[in-house]
């Protein structure tokens, strides 16, 4: 079936820090592809997503590629700020219904 | 525009009892889901609805119970609270408008606590 595996946190990295986050995935056909983010005390927000195959999702200085040769969604950010101190989540549709695979959800601190 | 509205945001229950999590969208999302979060489990979906008289179970349905008479509401009840039902619940909807569509807008949460 499909799932989604994101690398444990925390992570912890310094304000301006280079930022990556892992994402693999297991899935037949060709998935959607999302990062959610959950600041402290809110709800879940959409980040950015990708559709297809080389696509490249991004919104507010994050970035992630959709790698089908490495069944890979990593989510990058040149240079980390006190306030992206949250949880990240990697998720996946296929596209046959409403329902996201979701991964576990990585904690980020980032310390000034 | 509210998006997705949930009351509680905090609710202390006893062991045995009974309430109910509302959640109102205001977006015309023909799709609804409760999820719960748990420290290490991330997201975990309870159940879900496709529209109006339309329910079905998620992953961890047991002790919980849905109905959606309208569009906008979807409420989550608890039958009979227990301590592993402690948790923090989210409501999500979306609609659908091909791939990749299916972007969920979460509420604020709802932090239960069941002694």
């Known amino acids: 079936g499909n799932s989604v595996t994101q690398m444990e946190g925390p992570v912890t990295l310094s304000e301006e820090a280079f930022l990556t986050i892992n994402c693999t995935y297991t899935a037949t056909g060709y998935p959607s592809l999302f990062w959610y983010v959950q600041y402290p005390g809110e709800g879940l927000q959409l980040l950015l997503k990708a559709t297809k195959a080389d696509d490249k999702g991004s919104n507010k200085g994050f970035e992630a590629t959709y790698r089908k040769e490495t069944t890979s969604f990593h989510l990058e950010k040149g240079s980390v700020q006190v306030s992206d101190s949250a949880v990240y989540f990697c998720?996946?549709?296929?596209?046959?219904?409403?329902?996201?695979?979701w991964g576990a959800g990585t904690k980020l601190i980032i310390k000034p | 525009n509210a998006g997705v509205t949930q009351t509680p945001k905090f609710q202390v229950l006893k062991t045995g009892q009974s309430m109910t999590l509302q959640c109102a969208q205001d977006?015309?999302?023909?799709?609804m889901s409760w999820y719960r979060q748990d420290p290490g489990m991330g997201l975990r979906l309870i159940h879900y609805?496709?529209?109006?008289?339309?329910?079905d179970q998620g992953e961890v349905p047991n002790g919980y119970n849905v109905s959606r008479s309208t569009t906008e509401d979807f409420p989550l009840r608890l039958l009979s609270a227990a301590p592993s039902q402690t948790s923090v619940y989210f409501c999500?909807?979306?609609?659908?408008?091909?791939?990749?569509?299916?972007?969920?807008?979460f509420g604020a949460g709802s932090r239960l606590t069941v002694l």
């Open positions: 998720a996946l549709s296929d596209n046959s219904n409403y329902q996201l695979i």
């Open positions: 999500a909807s979306s609609t659908w408008s091909g791939f990749g569509a299916n972007v969920l807008t």
């Open positions: 977006m015309n999302h023909e799709y």
């Open positions: 609805s496709v529209g109006a008289g339309i329910t």
